[in-house]
């Protein structure tokens, strides 16, 4: 049985890719880094555990489970760092805790989550845009530079659709979406962003 990890787990979208993966029959591990998301090594630790029960993952999906609004110059900086932390320190610390794993197993498939505030302007999300804007712009370099070790990494940019909507993207991206190589495939429920 192929394993996979899932990160944030406690997102409504976290907890439905954990379901569908089940579904597909991978051995699913879910990590949720509701602190210290900003440090490779706890990070670093989670995986190992996970990789130490089920052995090397051949899915990894992040799925950052804070949202934080404030009109722009009133988000305090504190909350501000977590809010990037959440989303670009998980996704990097997880990539760079899976993904040699991968490499050395012959590849894998990478699945970040960013969102459609990343295309479309809303006001008082300027916050949230800017951090899930910077998984988008990660996950489309970090693709470039593994995937001649065969290691395919995708985003998906959420939007308001139902978490199964997600998951079921995951699937795709997983089974059929193999000539997808630093895409982003936007979650959007018909809006054009």
């Known amino acids: 049985m192929s394993s996979a990890i899932v990160t944030g787990v406690l997102s409504p979208v976290g907890d439905a890719v954990v379901k569908k993966l089940a579904a597909m029959h991978f051995n699913v591990t879910g990590i949720e880094f509701t602190e210290h998301a900003e440090?490779?090594?706890?990070?670093?630790?989670?995986?190992?555990?996970?990789?130490?029960?089920?052995?090397?993952?051949?899915?990894?999906v992040t799925c950052p489970s804070l949202h934080d609004s404030a009109p722009f110059g009133e988000m305090p900086p504190d909350r501000w760092q977590r809010l990037l932390n959440a989303h670009l320190g998980a996704t990097t610390n997880a990539c760079a805790a899976v993904v040699p794993l991968m490499v050395a197993a012959g590849g894998g498939t990478v699945i970040t989550t960013s969102s459609w505030l990343a295309y479309a302007g809303v006001a008082g999300e300027s916050y949230q845009a800017a951090a899930t804007g910077s998984v988008l712009a990660f996950t489309k370099s970090f693709a470039l530079e593994v995937a001649r070790h065969g290691v395919r990494v995708n985003c998906i940019a959420v939007g308001d659709v139902p978490p199964s909507d997600v998951a079921e993207t995951v699937r795709f991206l997983v089974e059929d979406?193999?000539?997808?190589v630093g895409q982003v495939l936007v979650a959007s429920g018909g809006k054009v962003v």
């Not at 440090?39 to 990894?60: C, D, N």
């Open 177 to 180: 979406g193999d000539f997808f």
């Open 39 to 60: 440090r490779r090594g706890p990070v670093a630790e989670a995986v190992r555990k996970a990789v130490e029960e089920m052995g090397t993952p051949s899915v990894l």
